[in-house]
Nanobody, 123 residues
Framework: QVQLVESGGGLVQAGGSLKLSCAYSGRTFSLYNMGWFRQAPGKERESVASIARSGGTIYADSVKGRFLISRDDDNNTVYLLMNNLKPEDTAVYYC?????????????????WGQGTQVTVSS
């Protein structure tokens, strides 16, 4: 049984930083591509960043140069470092795992999801 637990969300002023963590438990973590998604009120869930088993990454245009996704296979954790946060980054952030396959930003390709962590950026 795969479980994903996000942490690190909170309230931050515009221009500030947060680092989200996603702790994974279950089958061999290194065999999963991992992704961060977000959903703002009244909007559809969107991809933020994804990281392949090999370490390759994909970023949404809106976060390129500001966010950094990384993974620690020894500790079964994926991170999202968010810098220069903007009010439009306010959303619930979800961690997701995709078994094998090619790394993707498509949410329907992901097999497991966490419960989410709230990020609120004040102006």
């Amino acid at each position: 049984q795969v479980q994903l637990v996000e942490s690190g969300g909170g309230l931050v002023q515009a221009g500030g930083s947060l680092k989200l963590s996603c702790a994974y438990s279950g089958r061999t973590f290194s065999l999963y591509n991992m992704g961060w998604f977000r959903q703002a009120p009244g909007k559809e869930r969107e991809s933020v960043a994804s990281i392949a088993r090999s370490g390759g990454t994909i970023y949404a245009d809106s976060v390129k140069g500001r966010f950094l996704i990384s993974r620690d296979d020894d500790n079964n954790t994926v991170y999202l470092l968010m810098n220069n946060l903007k009010p439009e980054d306010t959303a619930v952030y979800y961690c997701a795992a995709d078994w094998l396959g090619v790394v993707t930003a498509t949410s329907s390709e992901y097999d497991y999801w966490g419960q989410g962590t709230q990020v609120t950026v004040s102006s």
